[in-house]
T-cell receptor
Framework: DAKTTQPPSMDCAEGRAANLPCNHSTISGNEYVYWYRQIHSQGPQYIIHGLKNNETNEMASLIITEDRKSSTLILPHATLRDTAVYYCIVRVAGFDGANNLFFGTGTRLTVIP | EAGVAQSPRYKIIEKRQSVAFWCNPISGHATLYWYQQILGQGPKLLIQFQNNGVVDDSQLPKDRFSAERLKGVDSTLKIQPAKLEDSAVYLC?????????????FGPGTRLTVT
């Protein structure tokens, strides 16, 4: 059961900001929004996560709307190495039981020189 | 810190043969996951271990797939007998605890081709 909706593909010019949207209208109060990316022929890589406040780390920023029904991942200055499939995932944290990541099909971001 | 190790990286077998994949998680990580990723799709969980116990194997096709993590460290995933539709990348991931907010670290995967 997909809990998130993402556009299948996006392009971004190198050096510009990449803004990747995600809809998660059925998110529960105890579910976090996670973003992972998967570069070709590699395993997924954690990027960032948040509950309701905006978050920033060395890789990206995460903007979550006040109603938590959608979010945007921002790569401030995209490089060619950011070309990858980006997955938006909602997941309960703080639970030691069955707690896998449900990956949809993600957004394929292509950074163009 | 060493990452999650998997071997082999590639495997080609004929249908009805058997195959095994190996995973060594990050040292100290109690939780280990096996995912299957079919071309063009996102990874799908097959099984989750907490130490050497199974937490979730609801998506594991138990008639042909098996997995173990006997000493709570390394894990093996076996397919016997393989079918054409098992062609996929098999990803192993680990985390310190299932409840950790930092979530999972993935290995590079094993690409299986069944002919």
């Amino acid at each position: 059961d997909a809990k998130t909706t993402q556009p299948p593909s996006m392009d971004c010019a190198e050096g510009r900001a990449a803004n990747l949207p995600c809809n998660h209208s059925t998110i529960s109060g105890n579910e976090y929004v996670y973003w992972y990316r998967q570069i070709h022929s590699q395993g997924p890589q954690y990027i960032i996560h948040g509950l309701k406040n905006n978050e920033t780390n060395e890789m990206a920023s995460l903007i979550i709307t006040e109603d938590r029904k959608s979010s945007t991942l921002i790569l401030p200055h995209a490089t060619l190495r950011d070309t990858a499939v980006y997955y938006c995932i909602v997941r309960v944290a703080g639970f030691d039981g069955a707690n896998n990541l449900f990956f949809g099909t993600g957004t394929r971001l292509t950074v163009i020189p | 810190e060493a990452g999650v190790a998997q071997s082999p990286r590639y495997k080609i077998i004929e249908k009805r043969q058997s195959v095994a994949f190996w995973c060594n998680p990050i040292s100290g990580h109690a939780t280990l996951y096996w995912y299957q990723q079919i071309l063009g799709q996102g990874p799908k969980l097959l099984i989750q271990f907490q130490n050497n116990g199974v937490v979730d194997d609801s998506q594991l096709p138990k008639d042909r797939f098996s997995a173990e993590r006997l000493k709570g460290v390394d894990s093996t995933l076996k397919i016997q007998p393989a079918k054409l539709e098992d062609s996929a990348v098999y990803l192993c991931a680990s985390s310190p605890r299932a409840s950790g907010r930092r979530s999972q670290y993935f290995g590079p995967g094993t690409r299986l081709t069944v002919t």
